[in-house]
């Protein structure tokens, strides 16, 4: 059981826009900064949103990130079948002192 | 250019130990904490523990399920980040990846097998 829940599966058609969630706890994304990566299958993940909202260079701007209290939120504009990976959220647990990744999306371009 | 090399993977007895380094390059590694990560088969990510840099005591933090039974350090002259993993369970087997940070950067990973 994974301290980040994230819902196991998304998808949409090209250009839609797909939106997952990651819901934790005050101990954990009410008390820190949410971060989101991108794993395509087969490759290392990658830093896509920091900081809640912030897009590392090189991240377009359909990919936006957010949080609001104790859950997050990462937004696929303009979906795209390179866009097709599984997601992860993560935060840093201050009582714990552990950082934790939530439990996967898998994002489906249909 | 961020670089980030793992090394040190392979097949350990249940019980056994293992050391994984990880060479970095294209950034400031003195100034920067470093992490591993790990994703056995099939499954999703876990971060495994992190080292602080010297100017910040150079401490480091560890993951419940691995407490005890791994330890990080680092070597700034050689820039590299090490994982010694004594212990091993079956449960550990997985890719490991250095990262920099809680993950701005990834290595390629390295696979650990334990098994009998």
């Known amino acids: 059981q994974s301290v980040l829940t994230q819902p196991p599966s998304a998808s949409g058609t090209p250009g839609q826009r797909v939106t997952i969630s990651c819901s934790g706890s005050?101990?954990?994304?009410?008390?820190?900064?949410v971060n989101w990566y991108q794993q395509v299958p087969g490759t290392a993940p990658t830093l896509l949103i920091y900081a809640n909202n912030q897009r590392p260079s090189g991240v377009p701007d359909r990919i936006s990130g957010s949080k609001s209290g104790t859950s997050a939120s990462l937004a696929i504009s303009g979906l795209q079948s390179k866009d097709e990976a599984d997601y992860y959220c993560a935060a840093w647990d201050p009582s714990l002192n552990e950082f934790f990744f939530g439990s996967g999306t898998k994002v489906t371009v249909l | 250019e961020v670089q980030l090399v793992e090394s040190g993977g392979g097949l350990v007895k249940p019980g056994g130990s293992l050391t994984l380094s990880c060479a970095a390059s294209g950034f400031t590694f003195t100034n920067t904490w470093m992490s591993w990560a790990r994703q056995a088969p099939g499954k999703g990510l876990e971060w495994v523990g992190r080292v602080r840099t010297r100017f910040d005591t150079g401490t480091t933090d560890y993951a419940a399920p691995v407490k005890g039974r791994f330890t990080i350090s680092r070597d700034d002259s050689e820039n590299t980040v090490g994982l010694q993993m004594d212990s091993l369970k079956i449960e550990d087997t997985a890719v490991y990846y250095c990262?920099?940070?809680?993950?701005?950067?990834w290595g390629q990973g390295t696979q650990v097998i334990v098994s009998s």
């Open positions: 990262i920099v940070g809680f993950g701005d950067h």
């Open positions: 005050s101990s954990n994304i009410g008390s820190s900064f």
